[in-house]
Structure formats: structure tokens, C-alpha cells
């Protein structure tokens, strides 16, 4: 699986795009500053005819075979990636300025295991704050 990490360094329309060679290595440090950097992350798809959509999510969650997973609500965000499985995670650091990174991703898969989600969520509310309970899939990346 080839993922690209975009440090934002560059210009405007320069775009530092850079693929790491050792994919093994560009995982491990994806994962270190996932789980150690603190901001905000918006994810952005489109469906199948191009038409964009953007929302706020949790940082893609790391997992110990390399890849990424995100606990999606059934809206429009997911249902994008099931005509287009490619997407791009914006994340923004805390702090001042505007430092942090864009990871563009594909969806690998999908499931539907309440028991996989509760044990990758990070923030997990007490079902009683929770209220109508909607459909959540873990998606793969």
C-alpha cells in the first residue's frame, strides 16, 4: 500500500508531496505522531460524479499491521467512499500557526463490529449521553 504524507512545507501550489520509501518507516512515524500529536482532523471525500464533501473527524486511529482506521456514522462521508474509496485526512495541529499534515488514503474495507469499535475508540460516551444509537463501521484505509 502506497501512502502519501503531505507536510505542508511547501507553497501554496507546489504541494511537498513526498512517498517515503521504506513504507515500514513511514508507517511508524505516522503512527508516533497520530497518537502523540494534538489538533484536529477534517476528512474530506467525493462521490462517484466528483461532488466534494468535508467534516470533522477523530484522527485516524493506527493500528499494529500498518494501517489506519476511522469509526464512521452512515452520512455522507461514508457513503461517498463506497463509490470513491479515496480520501484525504487534514490534519491541524494545536498550537499557534497552521502546522500539521494531509495523509491521502484508500479504502481497504469496511466492517460493522460494535465490538472492534468499542475497542478502538478513543472517545467513547456512556450509552446513556449517546441518544439514538446510529449504525457506526470501523473503515480501513
Known sequence: MEQCVDDGTAGRYAGNIHIVKDEKEQRADLKAYLENTKGFCVLATSDDNGRVDAA?????????????????????SHENLKSNPHAVFLFREEGPGYKGKRVFVTKIR????????????????????????????????
Do not use: W
Open 56 to 76: 470533522v473527524y477523530a484522527k485516524p486511529h493506527p493500528l499494529e499491521d500498518g494501517t489506519l482506521s476511522s469509526i464512521m456514522r452512515d452520512r455522507l
Open 110 to 141: 469496511e466492517e460493522e463490529n460494535s465490538r472492534l469499535i468499542d475497542e478502538i475508540c478513543r472517545r467513547c460516551y456512556p450509552k446513556e449521553l449517546m441518544g439514538d444509537q446510529e449504525k457506526r463501521f470501523v473503515v480501513f484505509f
